[in-house]
């Protein structure tokens, strides 16, 4: 324990942490040290870590319930539910379907009615260089707006759709149309209270449909600004991968995207887990009785059409 290390590695969020080896069990105190980082830092990167699948899983659940990816069934490690297989090297012959996985920034599982607590990632093989990752504190992105734009959106739904999975019209359309009918819209809050922390962040992206109650105009500008002000250069860290690093972020708070800046011939493999969060947002239908505005019904009907 006292070999354990957390150096921080950005401003608005980011550390590493060293001097722990996470193919042994965790002991208490090493688990809630590593635990106030992850609330504090959001994103920890555990690097020259050489889990088995195991290992990862074992590591992951000492942090929560993990996820057996039932949203996305094909896409798992065969002998293991809880690992998503997100790379470009071809599976069974064919191009695999995570290749262009998280091309635009989101919250992991927003399109499901329960998203993500956190997700743990582990860098198995990548190109020599680029296919970096970013992720943008959420907290900040909230808290830096003005009282009356933060009031303005208090109070506001989101609706969000996985059909708006950057790439996903290049995956097998029976895989496509199974994620789908899996997956119908989701409302989620547009502002969220962190359930440990008790901050307000934004729960914004790339993969929602419109904002209930607003026109497709209105709900166009809204989240555009919104959008832009999340990704600032302020609330970004960009993580350059080596192989065998793990990486573990808070996904109540955080928004990421996988960059393409790298050779797509040269192989990449990473290994997901996923913690189940809390069920946050309401399933979305043509009969959903709860939306009683017009306006908020025809949003509704247009994002499932």
């Given at each position: 324990?006292?070999?354990?290390?957390?150096?921080?590695?950005?401003?608005?969020?980011?550390?590493?942490?060293?001097?722990?080896?996470?193919?042994?069990?965790?002991?208490a105190?090493?688990?809630?040290?590593?635990?106030?980082?992850?609330l504090?830092?959001?994103?920890?990167?555990f690097?020259?870590?050489d889990?088995?699948?195991a290992?990862?899983?074992?590591?992951?659940?000492?942090?929560?319930?993990?996820?057996?990816?039932?949203?996305?069934?094909?896409?798992?490690h065969?002998?293991?539910?809880?690992?998503l297989?997100v790379?470009?090297?071809?599976?069974?012959?064919?191009?695999?379907?995570?290749?262009?996985?998280?091309?635009?920034?989101?919250?992991?599982?927003t399109?499901?009615?329960?998203?993500?607590?956190?997700?743990?990632?582990l860098?198995?093989?990548?190109?020599?260089?680029?296919?970096?990752?970013?992720?943008?504190n959420?907290?900040?992105?909230?808290?830096?707006?003005?009282?009356?734009m933060?009031?303005?959106?208090?109070?506001?739904?989101?609706i969000?759709?996985?059909?708006?999975?950057?790439?996903?019209e290049?995956?097998?359309?029976?895989?496509?149309?199974?994620?789908?009918?899996?997956?119908?819209?989701?409302?989620?809050?547009?502002?969220?209270?962190h359930?440990?922390?008790?901050?307000?962040?934004?729960?914004?992206?790339?993969?929602?449909?419109?904002?209930?109650?607003?026109?497709?105009?209105?709900?166009?500008?809204?989240?555009?600004?919104?959008?832009?002000?999340?990704?600032?250069p302020?609330?970004v860290?960009?993580?350059?991968?080596s192989?065998?690093?793990?990486?573990?972020?808070?996904?109540?708070?955080?928004?990421?995207?996988?960059?393409?800046?790298?050779?797509?011939?040269?192989?990449?493999?990473?290994?997901?887990?996923?913690?189940?969060g809390?069920?946050?947002?309401?399933?979305?239908?043509?009969?959903?009785?709860?939306?009683?505005?017009?306006?908020?019904?025809?949003?509704?009907?247009?994002?499932?059409?």
């Amino acid at each position: 324990m006292s070999a354990l290390q957390i150096q921080p590695l950005g401003y608005a969020l980011g550390a590493q942490v060293t001097g722990v080896d996470l193919r042994r069990p965790l002991d208490a105190q090493t688990r809630s040290t590593i635990n106030d980082a992850w609330l504090r830092h959001l994103v920890l990167v555990f690097p020259g870590q050489d889990l088995s699948t195991a290992e990862q899983i074992a590591f992951s659940r000492a942090f929560g319930e993990l996820d057996d990816h039932a949203f996305q069934p094909r896409y798992t490690h065969p002998e293991h539910r809880e690992i998503l297989l997100v790379t470009n090297k071809q599976i069974g012959g064919k191009p695999s379907d995570t290749r262009n996985t998280g091309r635009n920034w989101h919250t992991d599982l927003t399109f499901t009615a329960r998203p993500a607590k956190g997700a743990l990632l582990l860098c198995r093989e990548k190109p020599p260089v680029g296919g970096d990752t970013m992720w943008a504190n959420m907290y900040l992105a909230y808290e830096t707006l003005t009282p009356r734009m933060q009031r303005f959106i208090d109070d506001l739904e989101a609706i969000h759709d996985a059909s708006l999975v950057k790439g996903l019209e290049q995956r097998d359309p029976e895989k496509v149309a199974e994620m789908k009918r899996l997956n119908p819209p989701v409302a989620h809050p547009l502002v969220r209270v962190h359930p440990e922390t008790g901050r307000k962040s934004l729960l914004v992206g790339q993969r929602i449909r419109g904002l209930i109650g607003l026109s497709d105009a209105e709900s166009a500008a809204v989240l555009g600004f919104l959008n832009e002000h999340a990704q600032s250069p302020e609330f970004v860290y960009r993580h350059r991968w080596s192989v065998n690093d793990l990486v573990m972020w808070d996904n109540r708070c955080t928004q990421h995207i996988a960059l393409p800046d790298f050779d797509q011939a040269q192989p990449r493999l990473m290994l997901r887990c996923s913690l189940k969060g809390e069920a946050t947002g309401r399933i979305l239908t043509a009969t959903t009785s709860a939306l009683s505005d017009r306006e908020a019904l025809m949003q509704s009907l247009a994002a499932i059409a």
